[in-house]
T-cell receptor
């Protein structure tokens, strides 16, 4: 069984540009989560999809972040426009049930 | 904010048991205790979870005190590959707002040869 995959693994962009991160969950997992760790801080929850619906988006920092999960399969997280403080590692996780979440390797985003 | 307290760091000799403590004195009756770990540069990895009974799987054992205010994760025979940051998380499972994991700073475990 393939694990959670994320693309790209690294992204370096200029401040003000747009970046789109992609997450492919484990097949059959209805729950999909986005988290991020910014420099020196703890891993923070961003949002939770159940299939294509946003179940909890309480962690989204501001309206520069847009997450979608069309068709309930893969998800994208767009940052537009990117700011310096958005630099960090963005993790995606998926789960079938309510307990174990499987994490991807993360996307390292650097905003210059 | 995280609802757990863990030591910042611990050392363990290779081959010995690693016992990682966690305090969660404000845990509610419907909250589970979860343990995840993050090996350098990888995504967090689920280890084990429990509600009130002790639990064991192929990776570790989880001992929860009777009053549920603290727990201990036990890695029975630590190896160098167990060097990681270990996170203790309390969470309600199965509720609409219960999906998210709230990570604290965790315990940085160093397994030494």
């Amino acid at each position: 069984e393939a694990g959670v995959t994320q693309f790209p693994s690294h992204s370096v962009i200029e401040k003000g540009q747009t970046v789109t991160l992609r997450c492919d969950p484990i097949s059959g997992h209805d729950n999909l989560y986005w988290y991020r760790r910014v420099m020196g801080k703890e891993i923070k929850f961003l949002l939770h999809f159940v299939k294509e619906s946003k179940q909890d988006e309480s962690g989204m920092p501001n309206n520069r972040f847009l997450a979608e999960r069309t068709g309930g399969t893969y998800s994208t997280l767009k940052v537009q426009p990117a700011e310096l403080e958005d630099s960090g590692v963005y993790f995606c996780a998926s789960s079938r049930g309510t307990h174990e979440q499987f994490f991807g390797p993360g996307t390292r985003l650097t905003v210059l | 904010d995280a609802k757990t307290t863990q030591p910042t760091s611990m050392d363990c000799a290779e081959g010995r048991a690693a016992n990682l403590p966690c305090n969660h004195s404000t845990i509610s009756g419907n909250e589970y205790v979860y343990w995840y770990r993050q090996i350098h540069s990888q995504g967090p990895q689920y280890i084990i979870h429990g509600l009130k009974n002790n639990e064991t799987n192929e990776m570790a054992s989880l001992i929860i005190t009777e009053d549920r205010k603290s727990s201990t994760l036990i890695l029975p025979h630590a190896t160098l590959r167990d060097t990681a940051v270990y996170y203790c998380i309390v969470r309600v499972a199965g509720s609409p707002q219960g999906g998210k994991l709230i990570f604290g700073q965790g315990t940085e475990l160093s397994v030494k040869p």
